[in-house]
């Protein structure tokens, strides 16, 4: 298993350039099965989590191709396509999930399995099956496959989320664009990706408005065609890079950057004295003063602060001056990073969804591990302002969800390495 070195050193000056989403991406793939027509992705991460989201689409008949390096993915779902995600794909990654809606539109039936645990809380379907089930589906759990089906097709309906849960509203949108008649969900959620999603559907022919509010209107079309579409730019990427310079000084411009995908993070960015300028080319990040200021962080759906870069604002927050509050509100086990960064000599407290950060001056290198994917790379982050020599361990989970993280920090600076392991 791979590992990565990172060795503290001085400040950090250059570009970034930030993927496309890794969650819209995961998004967008599935809906190559709701048309017969091609669908060619753009400006896609070249990561882990997308060539599982590949091999299981290929399992269910589509025809997938990488091209560019693997920036563009064209996809054909003309063939046969089999209604069943079997448990040995969809177990490696929840968004495997999202092929539910699709099939069942396309096919008036599916059989996909429970994603199982996930080391982040126990991220139930429940709230993907009410919503479907109102639309006329019926969805009965059996050895842990939740087998659904409808009686002559997906209807029209107005459902009221319980929870703004971004992959129930995808799973809805994607399903209503064939169903017959009105849908309209509402407490959708609103984060930038289900926005590229509709998008992207209505390039194919989907009826959708409302998308980015709290209620969307779908019209159910018989048919869609196939469409280009480029994959949006990935603000938790972008967000995760912006707090390089804020661990170690220097100025960064994140390529493709955009405030408006991530108002919040750049509030509290402010908040803590850090200065973000919005350019032509992207977003500008530089530490205001030497030290950091605290800051309080509640974890909220979009527009709020996303819980994907909790943990890394939790390292930083370790060296600021003063002790700041941070409440998991989205996952119930969501801080895991926390004792790892103590082992680097940071002092953090947690009590149930929230944790006590009091600021250090200083934290030391240390040989770490990354538990899931947001953790890892907040590891990295705190590695390059330490002491020493931090070696985090077991960064498959970073590469799920970072291209190249080593390159893209070595070119601005950084003393990083991957240390390639059996
Ligand atoms: C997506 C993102 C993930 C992000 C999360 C919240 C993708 C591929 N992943 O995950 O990176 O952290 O949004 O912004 O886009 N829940 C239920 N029942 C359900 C569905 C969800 O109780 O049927 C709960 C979950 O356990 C969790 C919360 O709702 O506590 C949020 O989940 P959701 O918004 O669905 O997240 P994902 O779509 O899985």
Redesign the pocket.
Known sequence: MDSIIVTGNGPLNGDIPIAGAK?AC??LMPATLLSEEPLTLTNAPRLSDIKTMTALLESLGAEVTKMQDGKVIAMASHGEISPVADYDIVRKM??SNLVLGPLLARMGHAVVSLPGGCAI????????VDALTAMGAEIELKEGYLHAKTNGGLKGAVHELR?A????TENVLMAATLAKGTTVLKNA?R?P?IVDLADCLRKMGAQIEGDGTSTIEIQGVDRLHGATHPVVTDRIELGTYMLAPAFCGGEVTCLGGRIDLIGAFCEKLDAAGIEVTECARGLTVKRRGDRIKAVDIVTE?FPGF???LQAQMMALLCLADGTSVLEEK???NRFMHAPELVRMGANIDVQGGVATVHGVEKMKGAPVMATDLRASVSLILAGLAAEGETIVNRVYHLDRGYERVEEKLGNVGAKIERITGQ
């Open positions: 969650n995961l998004a929840r968004a809380g126990a991220r139930p379907m429940d709230l993907h929870f849960s971004v992959g129930a959620a984060e990706e759906p996303p819980t994907d989205i996952f119930e």
